[in-house]
């Protein structure tokens, strides 16, 4: 609960520098490692080749791609997304360790949010422990309302999402909210390898979702920061 209350109020004290931010105009997804004792155990990034497919193309001969694949669960996606990117989320070690992946999504703050939601890879429901590490805690939402108040977070299996569609290795899952005019949107990834159901440390999310809009892809700048001189604002908070 510490680790969370901290980073509400980093959220918080980010979004606040709005001159930074006035040049985004669309949903974007900024991932980062909040670890002020640097111990190097957590990791959030975007990669290539790692997303839920939506009209990917195969190859049989190494030299030509003659056919699509899409998972079922992700019959749609991001458009801007090129390289099937996907979210990787990992906290290594123990849960109490002072430290979290974290993904910050910028584009949604004043704006009344009714929905989000994720792809996230997992070969089978909810319940079962193969694939990413979902649980009530992580990876989660974490909305703070605009104005002050208190906070809302939503877990991977609590509330329980509705599975809108399961595929070969991926399930979509969404969440109605009462509408909520937004501060700051994350989502927080602070568990580790010591907390089940699986005990695995590590999820890897796609098509981020807020109302019904999706971010399938890393920033356009590239850095997982913003451009311009943001990056000093980060490292003197954090």
């Not at 991001?78 to 390289?83: G, M, V």
């Not at 099937?84 to 992946?101: M, Q, S």
């Amino acid at each position: 609960m510490k680790l969370r209350a901290h980073l509400a109020s980093v959220a918080i004290l980010v979004l606040g520098t709005g001159a930074a931010y006035a040049w985004i105009d669309r949903l974007e997804a900024y991932p980062f490692e909040f670890d002020p004792a640097n111990t190097f155990l957590v990791q959030a990034e975007w990669l290539a080749g790692i997303g839920c497919p939506t009209g990917a193309r195969i190859s049989h001969d190494g030299s030509t791609t003659t056919e699509s694949f899409s998972d079922p669960a992700c019959a749609t996606g991001d458009p801007r997304d090129r390289r099937n990117e996907g979210l990787l989320l990992v906290k290594t070690g123990p849960t109490a360790n002072f430290a979290a992946a974290v993904v910050e999504i910028k584009g949604a703050r004043g704006e009344i949010v009714t929905e989000v939601g994720y792809d996230i890879w997992k070969p089978d429901s909810l319940g079962e422990p193969a694939g990413s590490h979902c649980s009530n805690g992580a990876p989660r939402f974490d909305i703070t309302p605009f104005g002050g108040g208190a906070a809302t977070s939503i877990g991977c299996s609590s509330p329980p999402p509705v599975v809108e569609a399961s595929g070969d290795g991926w399930l979509r899952l969404r969440w109605m909210i009462p509408a909520i005019k937004v501060e700051s949107l994350s989502i927080v990834f602070d568990e580790g390898q010591d907390t089940g159901p699986d005990n695995f440390g590590l999820a890897v999310l796609d098509n981020i979702d807020v109302n019904d809009t999706l971010v399938g892809a890393g920033p356009v700048s590239g850095t997982g920061l913003p451009p311009g001189d943001v990056e000093p604002i980060w490292k003197e908070v954090w």
